[in-house]
């Protein structure tokens, strides 16, 4: 078991799973491989590269790493902290746009996808072609249902998808979890663990 792995079944363990502020980022590495051991999953597609961390850290249990960030400074430290993982492709682009359309219809097999491309501040991007540009957790979920493939899906920062009631200037668009749970309602069922959404395809047991 990975050191991760070991983090977030403690965190588990400890009765802590939905937090009203984040979690440790270590818990959240460790939700996403074990679901990967779970569900067998080889291939990781996230959105909101950042500078990386995500992927540094996780990158030896995957054999391909997608991951979309939209701001350019972040996206050039990403690529100079990936040079050299042949199995990393960073992309500066939106997650909403066609390149991730494209990568996701293309896949062959089920992946992990890790949704982590809404605005969280300060510093991070927003796509201003979109009516909700701080979220474009709702284009993000179309594009996945509409593929042929049943992924697992996570959904980072659950604790900030409160809904329309609770829109604040700096924070506009954030579904709330039932809004969430009806647009996908048809193929996944919804868990809430560890400041996330875990979504995965009807019919498919997590433990």
């Known amino acids: 078991m990975s050191e991760f ?3 977030f079944l403690a965190w588990v363990d400890s009765g802590l ?3 009203k502020e984040s979690v440790p980022e270590e818990v959240k590495w460790g939700l996403l ?3 990967a051991e779970e569900y067998h999953l080889r291939t990781l597609i996230e959105t909101g590269t950042a500078v990386g961390d995500t992927i540094l850290h996780i990158q030896n249990h995957f054999e391909e790493i997608h991951s ?6 972040y996206y050039e430290v990403a690529v100079r902290n990936t040079e050299g993982l042949s199995h990393v492709t960073l992309y500066n682009s ?3 746009s066609s390149e991730f359309r494209d990568l996701v219809n293309k896949q062959p097999d089920p992946c992990l996808i890790y949704l982590d491309a809404h605005y969280s501040g300060e510093g991070t991007g927003k796509d201003l072609t979109l009516i909700t540009p701080d ?6 979920l179309d594009v ?4 042929n493939v049943d992924h697992v899906i ?5 604790r900030c998808f409160k809904g329309e009631a609770f829109y604040t200037d700096e924070y506009l668009g954030y579904p709330s979890r039932s809004e969430i749970q009806d647009q996908v309602a048809e193929f996944y069922d919804v868990a809430h663990v560890a400041d996330a959404f875990v979504l995965h395809p009807k019919g498919w047991d997590w433990e």
């Open 154 to 158: 996570v959904i980072d920062d659950a």
């Open 5 to 7: 792995r070991a983090d």
């Open 68 to 73: 979309f960030e939209i701001m350019g400074t």
């Open 144 to 147: 996945i249902l509409q593929s």
């Open 17 to 19: 799973e939905t937090p």
């Open 33 to 35: 491989l074990e679901l």
């Open 94 to 96: 939106s997650s909403a």
């Open 135 to 140: 979220v474009p957790i709702r284009q993000e």
